[in-house]
């Protein structure tokens, strides 16, 4: 459940120059295809254009933040706050910057201040949701991927993520209701797919899940194509094909060598509800 990084557009008390907003464009663009040192040159001329450009200021202190520069990042991150206050972007940026420190308390509480100053700020509210869920509180992330699927209904992470904290929950019912729900306003988005097959795995249906798995195997996202080969192997395991389960699970493993569902089937050889 991946976070945004570039800080979205925000008010101004004055019109902004019109180069302003051309090279922090400039600047988000290029610091988006990783390219930091044409994203410092724009936003940093950006912000001699306007130096109360809150995004231009979030933006360059994302450019530090992916140099490693946290303290850097850190000044950029207050000054933009400093600058406006009823703007979600950044408290969201210090929240960020405070997950790279490996601070997740503070990084919660960031994002729970950007929602205070914007309860629809989605980056904000998906990753607090993320991290409430990665560190076991189900039933409180659930309610926040809810949120985040009411301010973003066009988007699967807050589908997803309420449905994997419904199974976390053994609400299995609840979970297919969403995931049906959540593929009729997002469409069959991957992270959708792999709940969906893993749902009818939970079922016993072994080769409608594997249907819907195989077209992930070939996924862009390595993970997300591990994550297929894992499951598909509970599929074969599940109706008996022995040599198949091991045959998927070694391909789930030469993605990721310690994944738990591809190492269950490899040496159980059953399939179960495992989730």
């Known amino acids: 459940m991946a976070a945004a990084l570039l800080a979205s557009a925000c008010a101004h008390e004055a019109p902004l120059p ?38 231009a200021w979030v933006n360059l202190g994302y450019v530090e933040l992916r140099r490693g520069n946290f ?10 706050r400093a600058l406006n206050r009823d703007l979600p972007a950044p408290p969201h940026a210090l929240g960020v910057l405070a997950e790279a420190q490996g601070r997740g308390p503070d990084a919660e509480s960031f ?22 869920f990665g560190r076991g509180q189900y039933e409180n992330a659930r309610e926040q991927f809810q949120r985040l699927r009411e301010v973003a209904p066009r988007a699967a992470e807050g589908w997803a993520g ?21 593929r009729a306003h ?17 079922a016993g249906e072994w080769d409608e899940a594997e249907a ?6 070939g996924s862009d996202d390595r993970a997300r194509a591990g994550a297929a080969w894992s499951w598909i192997a ?26 738990p569902v591809a190492r269950y089937a490899l040496s159980a050889g059953t399939g179960t509800r495992s989730r």
Not at 212 to 217: V, Y
């Open 162 to 182: 309420e449905a994997e904290s419904l199974l976390r929950l053994d609400r299995e019912a609840e979970a297919d209701a969403v995931v049906a729900t959540g």
């Open 234 to 259: 509970v599929a074969r395991a599940g109706r008996g094909d022995a040599e198949g389960s091991r045959e998927a699970a070694r391909a789930a493993l030469a993605v990721n060598r310690d994944d």
């Open 18 to 55: 019109p180069k302003a907003v051309q090279l922090n464009t400039a600047g988000a663009q290029a610091l988006a295809l990783g390219d930091l040192e044409s994203a410092e040159a724009s936003l940093s001329v950006a912000i001699e254009y306007s130096p109360r450009f809150v995004e």
């Open 111 to 132: 994002y729970r201040d950007a929602l205070k100053v914007d309860p629809g700020f989605a980056p904000s509210r998906a990753n607090l949701a993320r991290r409430l």
């Open 212 to 217: 819907i798995l195989a077209p992930l195997t």
């Open 186 to 202: 997002a469409g069959d988005a991957p992270a959708l797919l792999l709940l969906l097959a893993r749902l009818r795995l939970a």
């Open 71 to 80: 303290d850097q990042a850190r000044r950029d991150f207050l000054e933009a």
